[in-house]
């Protein structure tokens, strides 16, 4: 058993929670480099903290010792949504698990067609201005109406100023969670934690009315679920409708679209629109490169190990999916977008030239060969949406939503970023996407424009 790989500061005035939240992937990087570890220790939210960016690391910490790394009952989502799935340790949470588990496995089951409907409602009018649009701006607006729609009964065509109106109190209830958790509310002014938490108060009144009186749909099944008292209905309800969803799934789609742009990756979109398993090759390629959420935290509840380091109770410890989705121990050429790396199978993988920049016969004349990039067994590694035991429990949904947009991407429209130069580089707190929302163009493919069943042609 060794000593973890840096250092935790004294209490306070050796906390480093500034330089990670300013830049975590930086952050990260630097401490990997000059520790020569993918685990390592620092100080944040004025506690030790371990830093797993291994995924070997990362199936320890979440799958194998999920009962020593226990959730963080002070986290702020807790002050924000109350004891849910999200927050709650042990028997409690194996419980709503199991109750909410077979309430998503129905709600999928029936919501197929409405989220086939609704990807057309929102996507097919991306061209109507004729300008650039921005996508995440888009793409979020859909995310919205799927959670509103599919959760809690309200339809934005239906019921336009109650959607509205809960999509800004949504938005004010997310600021609560990027600000400083203080609650203060003088004339003229509150903070911004006051007022998420006025916005959650009124949430938690349309929430509460919606379960007295909605029969029919996820809200109505949800009374029949055996919840341990009588609010925890409610505060799920919050959490799924929260903002949190729309902006990760506008994330991955985002992400998506910037990196199929361009008539040089037509050929690639015209593949993964004819071949499944090859879109869902590049959806994971994209959550791997680009995952929504940076990472997530858990606390020792007794002394420990993780990756062969010595972790004590009471030590943080936050695995950063960004790095472990970019371990080269797992992910050959980690940094490069390769969806045939999710193709095959032990028996059957995909080779691909480790340097595409080079020429078969420059291939032969440097050397470089032909190399295996085979990470069809891997998708465990991914963490997006956390893994094991406590993983994100709308990962199916999500799976399913994503394929029905990007298909409907990909049938409908070609698309590009104007202006062709932008500045792609990412923020990554507290939903990942460029720093500057992208633009872009589309037009109607071929297919959509010769299909009489195309709304969109009409």
């Known amino acids: 058993m060794s000593k973890l790989p840096g250092n935790a500061g004294v209490s306070v005035l050796g906390d480093k929670s500034l330089d990670f939240y300013r830049d ?45 790394f226990l959730k963080d009952p002070t986290d702020v989502m807790t ?19 199991l109750s909410f588990t077979s309430l998503f496995t129905g709600s999928l089951e029936s919501s197929s067609g409405y989220i086939t409907r609704l990807c057309e409602h929102c996507l097919k009018d991306l061209i109507h201005s004729g300008e650039p649009r921005c996508v995440y701006t888009a793409f979020k607006r859909l995310g919205t109406e799927l959670v509103l729609g599919l959760f809690l009964n309200v339809h934005a065509d239906e019921q336009p100023e109650l959607f509205e109106k809960i999509t800004q109190l949504c938005t004010q209830h997310w600021h609560g969670l ?3 958790p203080v609650n203060v509310k ?16 009124q949430l938690m009144e349309i929430i509460k009315d919606k379960l007295e009186n909605e029969a029919e749909g996820f809200v ?43 008539n040089e990756k037509a050929e690639t979109r015209q593949r993964a629109l004819m071949d499944a398993d090859y879109l869902q090759g590049v959806l994971l390629e994209v959550q791997r490169l680009w995952p929504p959420f940076i990472g997530g935290r858990r606390i020792a509840e007794s002394d420990t190990t993780l990756a062969g380091f010595h972790v004590p109770k009471g030590y943080g410890a936050i695995y950063i999916s960004h790095a472990v989705h970019r371990d080269p121990q797992v992910f050959e050429q980690p940094d490069s977008f390769l969806p045939e790396r999710w193709s095959g199978s032990q028996k059957d993988f995909k080779l691909v030239c480790r340097t595409r920049t080079h020429s078969h016969a420059e291939q032969r004349n440097s050397g470089i060969h032909h190399n295996l990039i085979w990470n069809a067994d891997h998708k465990h590694f991914l963490c997006s949406f956390g893994s094991g035991s406590r993983n994100c429990i709308g990962m199916k949904l999500t799976d ?17 970023l104007d202006p062709a130069s932008q500045n792609l580089d990412y923020k990554w707190l507290p939903v990942s996407r460029p720093v500057n929302p992208p633009t872009v163009s589309f037009t109607r493919t071929e297919l959509a424009r010769t299909d009489g069943n195309d709304t969109t042609s009409r």
Not at 33 to 58: D, I, Y
Not at 237 to 248: C, D, G, R, T, V
Not at 403 to 413: I, N, P, Q, R, S
């Open 79 to 97: 002050n924000m949504y109350g004891d849910t799935i999200v927050t709650t340790n042990g028997e409690k949470a194996c419980l709503l698990r």
């Open 178 to 180: 990027i600000s400083a």
């Open 220 to 262: 109505g099944c949800l009374r029949s679920l055996p919840l341990p008292d009588s609010a925890c209905a409610s505060q799920h309800l919050l959490l799924f409708i929260s903002a949190l969803i729309p902006k990760a799934l506008a994330s991955l789609l985002t992400s998506f679209t910037v990196a199929l742009s361009g």
């Open 400 to 416: 399913v939503f994503l394929k029905e947009a990007c298909t409907y991407l990909l049938k409908h429209y070609d698309w590009c």
């Open 186 to 201: 003088v004339p003229l002014w509150s903070s911004g934690f006051s007022v998420a938490l006025e916005a959650r108060d």
């Open 24 to 68: 975590p992937v930086l952050f990260c990087q630097e401490k990997i480099e000059k520790h020569g570890s993918r685990v390592f220790q620092s100080r944040v939210l004025n506690r030790p903290t371990t830093f797993v960016c291994s995924a070997q690391g990362m199936k320890e910490l979440l799958c194998e010792k999920s009962s020593v």
